[in-house]
């Protein structure tokens, strides 16, 4: 059962709050997603598996805003970017919020890379300020993994994201719109990079991944494939919340 933050009342909170003790919250990212998928796609991934993770743990559901930290696709029509400090006071604020109400636990339900430094720092210093454990879930890579054995791609607006997109409204889809991505040289390397924990190399502008802002393939995602798509990914991501509940109540 989700017990939204928005719709309880103060009294249905505070009970859901005392009996919960856990927070669910989305983290995305308005930011363009070439012309076949919308700007809030990271967004409306979050908010669809967080919804599931809230659901399965009985937890508090609670909105951070649609924004997010998003340098790379910054000046191209329909991001807004977020300056770090901007989103980390923001995160900082609402959990400090939620922890005052007695919430022990805060999920963070992640879709969209440029988010994760600075929820890294924001989980980090509330964990040690507070009596409070910190999950900071992403899942787009949990998606990713999940996906992988049938040919799932998580690549900006290719397969995994058109996938959560037809999952929150198909009419939001155009793959019609879609044409072929261009990819530049070093591209592919970059990409890998970004992706493995040996180096990694700072991309300025997504034009360096992708010449139109997207690659991957949306074909890829089906309304069918669609349809059991915040059950794979929220599950996915509450057996790694339940690991680190469990280690850390062994302390
Ligand atoms: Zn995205």
């Not at 919308?38 to 951070?64: C, H, I, M, Q, S």
């Not at 989980?123 to 993994?145: I, K, S, W």
């Not at 889809?173 to 991505?181: I, L, S």
């Not at 261009?182 to 190399?201: C, F, K, L």
């Amino acid at each position: 059962m989700i017990y939204d933050l928005t719709t309880m009342t103060s009294p249905e909170a505070a009970e859901a709050m005392r009996s919960s003790r856990t927070v669910v919250i989305p983290v995305g990212s308005i930011e363009q997603h070439g012309p076949h998928l919308p700007n809030g796609t990271d967004t409306f991934a979050a908010e669809l598996v967080a919804k599931g993770v809230a659901d399965r743990l009985d937890a508090v559901y609670a909105p951070l805003g649609p924004y997010g930290v998003t340098p790379i696709h910054a000046g191209h029509p329909g991001t807004v970017n977020l300056r770090r400090e901007t989103f980390e006071a923001l995160l900082s604020d609402v959990c400090i919020e939620l922890i005052s109400f007695g919430i022990e636990t805060v999920v963070l339900v992640n879709w969209h890379e440029g988010n994760i430094a600075s929820m890294n720092a924001v989980a980090t210093d509330l964990q040690d300020r507070y009596e409070v454990t910190f999950v900071a879930a992403q899942a787009c890579y949990v998606a990713q993994r999940l996906y992988s054995a049938e040919g799932g791609e998580l690549t900006h607006g290719g397969g995994i994201e058109t996938l959560a997109v037809l999952a929150h409204d198909p009419t939001l889809v155009k793959v019609d719109r879609a044409g072929e991505p261009t990819r530049p040289p070093g591209a592919h390397e970059m990409d890998a990079m970004r992706r493995s924990h040996e180096v990694y190399g700072f991309i300025t502008d997504v034009s360096e991944l992708a010449v139109d802002g997207w690659y991957g393939n949306p074909l890829w995602a089906t309304e069918e494939r669609a349809s059991d798509f915040v059950d794979v990914v929220a599950d996915g991501v509450v057996e790694l919340v339940h690991v680190v509940r469990s280690a850390r109540s062994n302390h």
